[in-house]
């Protein structure tokens, strides 16, 4: 093997080829950008080839070059593999008489080269990839201001190459974050600092599937809120349009927020929001649907009558009170019913309690077809129940006591192949909210009741305040 090929390693050339692979700097680098300077480096320096080449593990590739017209060749034919191995440049002034390069094909055949100077192309002071070459076919020497030329030259076609690489740097971390955005489960979007969209995944799109289309880097938030509001994305905002949308946008404004929201469909969401440092926005969209409808089945579990499905005794005097307060306010009349099913003892004594329980069931969905929506009926003891009626004078509430007491004895209940002929009693107070509490109504109704009770059964009595 002759002297030529006999060049050192650099300590760290296994990092540098890896380095070298990573940039892909072969395929991807703008090969113009390197013919300019290899222009002016030429022209400069007079010089009649000047080269921009890389070096790898076995070939050296040529990727800007003046004066010939190779593309690649073998690394040992080469004199830049000693350039990559020093920080300095490597300057050869009569390669005949250099035995490194005196037999080397370049030097005995085209391009007889005769003079040689390489500058390495240091990439962030750790790795020279390859080298910045001038190459004449007469022996010369470089001159100080010539030596700092080449350094400069070389210098800037490594700015190139730490151009490329942070660009690249940049579109990878690009292409992660937005890959590692798209496999969160939850809806994700950034807003800048003027809260203009940056970006969402897939998932807060097909969360706001009613808008979807329009959701494009640059749009407003507050464009993207009246644009829902618009197409009915929020059932809450319907009827109240624009205080809907300030409301909104006065928590978007907030630091650090926390909401929930309604969507179509009975879907509800959680929106967490925070500021970044740099004053933008950026938001989850978690989806609490399924924990909403639990929180209203336990708080449906909490408050009714496991036999009936009407209200249970605790929130029924919850209403009450909030009755009486309200009324308070507005002075709107009011009325409350007891009422006791007569004789329910007996049914349970001689058809069991499976059949009194029956019997309940029946009359409570009786009772509801007499009620007004917004009429509260609750279960109150074992055959106890009271009715709140709101915004209801004392005509309005006989007339209902009166059809209450009709369905429950026209048509016997049939149990267990038995009809079962049912009455009930009725005590009938109306609210006075000056004097009322939950207690004093609640007692005034249970006087009117036994009062009823003992004149008989299968009536009903008006308590005064």
Same mark, same amino acid.
């Given at each position: 093997?002759?002297?030529?090929?006999?060049?050192?390693?650099?300590?760290?050339e296994?990092?540098?080829?890896?380095?070298?692979?990573?940039l892909?700097?072969?395929?991807?680098?703008?090969?113009?950008?390197f013919?300019?300077?290899?222009?002016?480096?030429?022209?400069?320096l007079?010089m009649?080839?000047?080269?921009?080449?890389?070096?790898g593990?076995?070939?050296?590739?040529?990727?800007?070059?003046?004066?010939?017209?190779i593309? /690649?060749?073998?690394?040992?034919?080469?004199?830049?593999?000693?350039?990559?191995?020093?920080?300095?440049?490597?300057?050869?002034?009569?390669?005949?008489k250099?035995? #490194?390069?005196?037999?080397?094909?370049?030097?005995?055949?085209?391009?007889n080269?005769?003079?040689y100077a390489?500058?390495?192309l240091?990439?962030?002071?750790?790795?020279?990839? =390859?080298t910045?070459?001038?190459i004449?076919?007469?022996p010369?020497? *470089?001159?100080?201001?010539?030596r700092?030329?080449?350094?400069?030259f070389?210098?800037?076609?490594?700015?190139?190459?730490e151009?490329?690489?942070?660009?690249?740097?940049?579109?990878k971390a690009?292409?992660?974050?937005?890959?590692?955005?798209?496999?969160i489960?939850?809806?994700?979007?950034?807003?800048?600092?003027?809260?203009?969209?940056?970006?969402?995944?897939?998932?807060y799109k097909?969360?706001?599937?009613?808008?979807?289309?329009? *959701?494009l880097?640059?749009?407003?938030f507050?464009?993207?809120?009246?644009?829902?509001?618009?197409c009915?994305?929020y059932?809450?905002?319907?009827?109240?349009?624009?205080?809907w949308?300030?409301?909104?946008?006065?928590?978007?404004?907030?630091?650090?927020?926390?909401?929930? /929201?309604?969507l179509? =469909?009975?879907r509800?969401l959680?929106?967490?929001? #925070?500021?970044?440092?740099?004053?933008?926005m950026?938001g989850?969209?978690?989806?609490?649907t399924?924990?909403?409808?639990q929180?209203?089945e336990?708080s449906?579990l909490?408050?009714?009558?496991?036999?009936?499905?009407?209200?249970?005794?605790?929130? &029924?005097?919850?209403?009450?009170n909030?009755?009486?307060?309200?009324g308070?306010?507005?002075?709107?009349?009011g009325?409350l019913?007891?009422?006791?099913?007569?004789h &329910?003892?007996?049914?349970?004594?001689v &058809?069991?309690?499976?059949? =009194?329980?029956?019997?309940?069931?029946?009359?409570?969905?009786?009772?509801?077809?007499?009620? #007004?929506?917004?009429d509260?009926?609750?279960?109150? =003891?074992?055959?106890?129940?009271?009715?709140? *009626?709101?915004?209801?004078?004392?005509?309005?509430?006989? *007339?209902?006591?009166?059809r209450?007491?009709k369905?429950?004895?026209?048509?016997?209940?049939?149990?267990?192949?038995?009809?079962?002929?049912?009455?009930?009693?009725?005590g009938?107070?109306? &609210?006075?909210?000056?004097?009322?509490?939950?207690?004093?109504?609640l007692?005034?109704?249970?006087?009117?009741?036994?009062?009823a009770?003992r /004149?008989?059964?299968?009536?009903?009595?008006?308590?005064?305040?």
């Amino acid at each position: 093997m002759n002297k030529m090929r006999d060049y050192p390693l650099p300590d760290n050339e296994h990092d540098r080829l890896n380095q070298l692979e990573s940039l892909r700097i072969l395929d991807t680098l703008q090969e113009e950008a390197f013919n300019r300077i290899t222009r002016i480096a030429s022209h400069t320096l007079d010089m009649p080839i000047a080269l921009v080449n890389f070096v790898g593990a076995d070939q050296q590739w040529f990727k800007a070059k003046v004066g010939v017209d190779i593309s /690649q060749m073998p690394r040992d034919h080469g004199f830049c593999s000693h350039t990559i191995c020093s920080n300095e440049i490597l300057e050869i002034n009569d390669a005949t008489k250099d035995p #490194r390069y005196a037999d080397n094909p370049l030097v005995l055949g085209g391009p007889n080269v005769r003079f040689y100077a390489g500058a390495p192309l240091c990439v962030n002071n750790t790795y020279n990839l =390859g080298t910045l070459s001038i190459i004449d076919t007469k022996p010369r020497s *470089l001159s100080a201001d010539e030596r700092i030329l080449l350094t400069d030259f070389a210098a800037m076609a490594t700015e190139l190459i730490e151009l490329h690489q942070t660009t690249q740097r940049a579109i990878k971390a690009e292409e992660r974050l937005i890959d590692a955005v798209e496999t969160i489960p939850d809806g994700f979007v950034l807003f800048d600092k003027d809260d203009k969209l940056v970006m969402c995944n897939q998932r807060y799109k097909d969360i706001y599937s009613e808008t979807a289309e329009y *959701l494009l880097p640059g749009m407003l938030f507050s464009d993207m809120i009246r644009k829902g509001v618009e197409c009915g994305q929020y059932p809450e905002a319907i009827g109240n349009e624009e205080a809907w949308i300030e409301n909104r946008l006065e928590r978007h404004r907030e630091s650090n927020s926390t909401l929930e /929201q309604q969507l179509p =469909g009975d879907r509800w969401l959680r929106i967490q929001e #925070r500021r970044t440092s740099e004053g933008g926005m950026v938001g989850f969209r978690v989806d609490i649907t399924q924990l909403k409808r639990q929180q209203r089945e336990l708080s449906r579990l909490a408050w009714t009558d496991g036999l009936t499905n009407c209200l249970n005794r605790r929130r &029924f005097v919850d209403l009450v009170n909030g009755e009486i307060n309200r009324g308070q306010r507005s002075n709107t009349p009011g009325a409350l019913i007891l009422i006791d099913i007569d004789h &329910f003892k007996k049914i349970n004594d001689v &058809f069991g309690h499976a059949a =009194g329980d029956q019997v309940l069931v029946e009359l409570v969905k009786r009772w509801n077809i007499e009620l #007004r929506e917004y009429d509260q009926l609750a279960r109150i =003891g074992g055959e106890e129940f009271a009715i709140l *009626l709101p915004q209801c004078d004392d005509n309005g509430a006989e *007339l209902v006591v009166e059809r209450l007491l009709k369905i429950t004895s026209d048509q016997p209940i049939r149990v267990k192949g038995v009809d079962i002929s049912i009455t009930m009693s009725a005590g009938l107070i109306m &609210f006075s909210y000056r004097e009322d509490t939950v207690d004093t109504a609640l007692a005034r109704a249970d006087e009117a009741l036994y009062t009823a009770k003992r /004149q008989g059964r299968n009536c009903y009595v008006t308590k005064a305040a």
